[in-house]
C-alpha cells in the first residue's frame, strides 16, 4: 500500500546551532533567517575558512529556496589541549578592568563568567592561534557541522511552519463560514430586491394613483413595462453573486489542500497568489453589494484575507 508524502510547509524565519568538537577546537555553526522574496545568503566565517564558503553556500541553497539568511561559523580553542591557543593577557587586563570600572558604578551588576571573558575581542584566539587551530579543518567537518545545523534549521522552520498552517486553516474556515452564510441568504436578498424593482414597476404603470411619478403618459404602457424588466433583468445581473461565492470555495479548496498536503516548490508564492485571488472576489462582493449584510460580508472578508496575506508572507 502506498502512501502519501506530506512536503511540510516552512517558514522563512528560523534558527539553528550546532556544534562540532574537533582536538583543537570546538566549531559552532549558527544559522537564522527572516523573510526575503527571494535566497539572500549572507556569511560571517573566520578568514582561515573562507575556502569552504562555496560548498556551503550550495549545501544551504539546496534545501533553502527563500529567506534573508545569515551563515556564522566561530570557534573556541581546546584549552586543555597542549597545541592550544594561549590567552592574551593584556586584553584579558583590558577586559577585567572594564568590568571594575562597571562594578564600582553599578555594583549590584554580575561579574563576567569565564565563557564571557573569553569571548571579550582580542582574549581567546590570537590571530596567529586561529591559523593554527584552524588550518587542519577539512571539507568534511565543515560539512558535517552545515548538516547537523541544517537539519536543526529546517525543523526549527517547519514547526514554525506548522502553526502558521494552523493559523491559515482557522482563517479558511472562518471564511467558509462568511461564504455559506452569504449562499444561505441570497435567494432572500434577489427576492428583496426583486420585490423593490417590481414595486417600481407597479408604481410608474399606475401613474393615476402614484403621485410622485413623473410625467410617462407619452410613453406607451407595453414600452415602459418592457424597459423597466430591462431595468430589472441588468440589475439582477449586477447584484447577482453566485460565481464569485463558487470561485471563493474553489480557491478555499485550493488553499486546503496546499495547506494539507504541501507542495514541492513555492508554497508561499501558491498561496500569495491565492490571497489575490481572494481578495478580489471580497472586492466584488463588496462592489455587488445590495444589502447590508452582503457589505457586512465582504468587509469581514477583507479583514480575515489581509490577517492570511501577513502570515502567507512568512512562508517559504
Known amino acids: 500500500m502506498s502512501t502519501t508524502h506530506r512536503t511540510p510547509i516552512y517558514s522563512m524565519t528560523g534558527f539553528g546551532i550546532e556544534s562540532l568538537t574537533l582536538p583543537q577546537c570546538i566549531l559552532t555553526m549558527q544559522l537564522k533567517s527572516v523573510n526575503s522574496r527571494y535566497l539572500d545568503l549572507s556569511f560571517k566565517i573566520p578568514d582561515e575558512l573562507a575556502a569552504f564558503e562555496a560548498p556551503l553556500r550550495d549545501a544551504i541553497a539546496a534545501q533553502v529556496k527563500r529567506g534573508k539568511l545569515e551563515c556564522k561559523i566561530s570557534w573556541q580553542a581546546q584549552l586543555n589541549n597542549e597545541s592550544a591557543v594561549e590567552i592574551n593577557p593584556a586584553a584579558l587586563e583590558r577586559a577585567l578592568a572594564l568590568q571594575t570600572a ?4 553599578a555594583p549590584n551588576a554580575q561579574p563576567m563568567t569565564v565563557q564571557q571573558l573569553l569571548q571579550q575581542p582580542n582574549v581567546l584566539p590570537s590571530s596567529l592561534g586561529a591559523a593554527s587551530a584552524l588550518s587542519e579543518i577539512t571539507l568534511e567537518h565543515i560539512q558535517t557541522l552545515a ?3 541544517l537539519a536543526a534549521f529546517l525543523n526549527a522552520r517547519a514547526n514554525e511552519g506548522a502553526h502558521l498552517s494552523q493559523t491559515l486553516t482557522e482563517k479558511v474556515a ?12 441570497l435567494p432572500k436578498l434577489l427576492e428583496v430586491q426583486f420585490a423593490k ?6 408604481k410608474a404603470v399606475d401613474a393615476q394613483k402614484n403621485d410622485n411619478a413623473i410625467a410617462t403618459s407619452a410613453i406607451p404602457v407595453d414600452e415602459l413595462i418592457e424597459r423597466i424588466k430591462f431595468e430589472t433583468s441588468v440589475t439582477a445581473t449586477r447584484i447577482d453573486v453566485a460565481e464569485e461565492l463558487d470561485r471563493l470555495d474553489g480557491h478555499i479548496a485550493n488553499t486546503k489542500d496546499i495547506l494539507q498536503n504541501g507542495s514541492n516548490a513555492g508554497v508561499g508564492k501558491k498561496l500569495d497568489f491565492l490571497m489575490q485571488e481572494f481578495n478580489r472576489e471580497a472586492n466584488t462582493l463588496g462592489s455587488k453589494s445590495a444589502s447590508l449584510l452582503q457589505t457586512q460580508a465582504a468587509m469581514d472578508l477583507k479583514f480575515i484575507i489581509e490577517q492570511m496575506r501577513e502570515q502567507v508572507q512568512n512562508i517559504e
Open 147 to 149: 548538516q547537523s545545523t
Open 174 to 185: 472562518q471564511i467558509s463560514l462568511i461564504i455559506k452564510g452569504l449562499k444561505d441568504n
Open 102 to 105: 562597571i562594578l564600582q558604578i
Open 197 to 202: 424593482l417590481n414595486e417600481r414597476l407597479f
